[in-house]
């Protein structure tokens, strides 16, 4: 199996699995909203309000390539909001469905409200998967019809993606150029758009939540450690999220290789900017194979724009004030078994390795501990286990405890122990809570997902709302770093009291140690 593929796995790979319906009635034109770039027109489809293709930014290509999002110059006339717009180049493989196609004008997003002209609805922006190498905000699991019938104003978007987000070109080109995080700058971005104009869409500018899944929960905490985010957002949700970061001096190397391969040694700027996106994407395999990236090519690089390791950054009080629901799948990498191919031969593997390495646990400790704690799975199956946990439960844990240690913004914590029928609570299967079905199509077998669905919408809707994520049946209590009380999501939600107790006692530093000063 091929590295990026997985990666990629809840954004390409997950939409190209399997793509459920979408609306077939003759939509109707919403009524013209203006915002502060211009006018936009979009459709009412199934009694929801939906605005597509919203461009936040100019193009980043040509003078705009490598460097921050330049906000969108105004428009004349009305722009005609029906149809999704270009997605951003995909390192990670092209998605399949009826996604749009690449293209170099893809920062766009898209809006989803029950009435635009309501006031003060909850707003929730939805930062999609694909492991900073693929995926985009109009894949259809992400289409926002059931939050807005919630009482929501969901956003979804796209932001740059593998060498046109992460590649590291600020020690070669000066301050500015490619400073390693563009993909995040992007975010951060829409979050900025949605200050100027979420009111015309009938949100909150005050009450923002930004939310994700893989990849997409990973950007969300990266968000959170990144200057100039502050004050633009009120509450996060990173589900699942692989919170690692690159360092500059393995970002460099990479850098170097790109531009050696490229044939651009010694050449401008200017040079690098003519380069065709496509060859940035066919020379992935070759930056890959060099295995400076720790753990993989593309991340957010830790630098002057982000200061500090995504998973430190509760620690060192970023994002204290913010409300906080954080959480993981059960089995996160049991896909390996799916997918087939040898899963030591992947950057799971390798990533769990380093980490408990870094952290002074023993391998054969962790190992017993796990078999103690999970004794329904097999040898193969406990291993699959941790490299699941390294690389997503394990940063999830650290950060919980972070912002729990602070008592300005609440915390909450869950478990996702919903099974489907083929793939277990295997990584993406939250997505469901879209209400738009499973991911990975035939492979994730034929139970429905509606109940959990439903259950998870209607806490993630609470919490935006107010910082509280309870429903009817369920209260939930904030998480701790002493009793660690964790929310079991499945059709009926429970509570799990200290659930990882026991794979943490072996862990040794991993869940304690500093991740950015310890090469995590």
């Not at 722009?79 to 951003?88: H, K, M, N, T, V």
């Not at 499973?438 to 077998?445: R, T, Y």
Request: with cysteine; aromatic share 8%.
């Amino acid at each position: 199996m091929q590295r990026r593929h997985f990666l990629a796995a809840s954004g390409a790979a997950v939409v190209a699995a399997g793509i459920p319906g979408r609306a077939t009635e003759t939509p109707m034109h919403t009524p013209t909203v203006t915002l502060s770039s211009g006018k936009v027109r979009g459709r009412i489809v199934d009694g929801v309000h939906r605005f597509l293709g919203i461009p936040y930014a100019e193009p980043p290509f040509g003078e705009h390539r490598f460097v921050a999002p330049v906000p969108r110059s105004r428009w004349d006339g009305v722009l005609d909001a029906a149809e999704y717009g270009a997605i951003c180049p995909q390192t990670g493989g092209v998605p399949g469905g009826s996604e749009p196609d690449e293209g170099e004008d893809c920062l766009n997003l898209n809006v989803w409200t029950p009435d635009p002209g309501a006031k003060g609805l909850p707003v929730m922006v939805w930062v999609h998967g694909g492991g900073q190498v693929a995926g985009s905000g109009a894949a259809a699991y992400y289409d926002g019809t059931h939050f807005a019938k919630s009482g929501v104003v969901l956003i979804t978007n796209n932001r740059r993606l593998g060498a046109e987000g992460y590649l590291y070109l600020a020690e070669r080109f000066g301050e500015g150029v490619g400073p390693g995080n563009l993909g995040i700058l992007d975010q951060i971005e829409v979050l900025r758009w949605v200050q100027e104009n979420v009111e015309r869409f009938g949100g909150d500018p005050g009450n923002v939540t930004l939310f994700g899944e893989s990849g997409g929960g990973a950007a969300t905490q990266a968000v959170v450690a990144t200057t100039g985010s502050k004050g633009l957002v009120h509450r996060v949700i990173p589900q699942s999220g692989g919170h690692a970061a690159q360092r500059p001096d393995s970002a460099s190397a990479i850098a170097d290789v790109a531009l050696r391969t490229l044939g651009l040694e010694g050449e401008s700027l200017d040079a690098l900017r003519a380069v065709p996106w496509q060859r940035l994407v066919e020379i992935y395999g070759v930056l890959d194979a060099t295995e400076f990236g720790r753990p993989q090519t593309y991340l957010p690089v830790i630098s002057e724009a982000m200061p500090m390791h995504p998973a430190d950054a509760g620690h060192a009080g970023a994002g204290s004030d913010l409300d906080y629901l954080i959480g993981t799948c059960l089995d996160e990498a049991r896909l390996f078994s799916a997918f087939g191919g040898d899963p030591a031969d992947t950057p799971f593997h390798r990533r769990a390795r380093r980490l408990l390495a870094v952290g002074n646990a023993d391998w054969d400790a962790v190992v017993a501990a796990y078999r103690a704690a999970r004794p329904e799975l097999d040898a193969a199956g406990v291993e699959l286990a941790i490299m699941g946990d390294m690389w997503f439960r394990a940063p999830s844990i650290r950060i919980a405890d972070g912002h729990a240690g602070h008592d300005l913004g609440r915390t909450y914590m869950y478990l996702f122990t919903w099974e489907s029928e083929r793939l277990g609570a295997t990584h993406a299967m939250d997505i469901a809570v879209f209400g738009n079905g499973l991911p990975f199509g035939p492979l994730a077998g034929d139970r429905s997902p509606d109940r959990v669905a439903e259950q998870m919408r209607a806490s993630w809707v609470n919490f935006a709302r107010s910082g509280d994520p309870s429903i009817p049946g369920f209260d939930w209590p904030q998480y701790d770093a002493e009793q660690r009380l964790t929310a079991s999501l499945n059709d009926e939600f429970s509570l799990l009291r200290d659930p990882y107790r026991r794979q943490r006692a072996a862990l040794g530093e991993v869940l304690t140690m500093n991740w950015g000063e310890r090469g995590a």
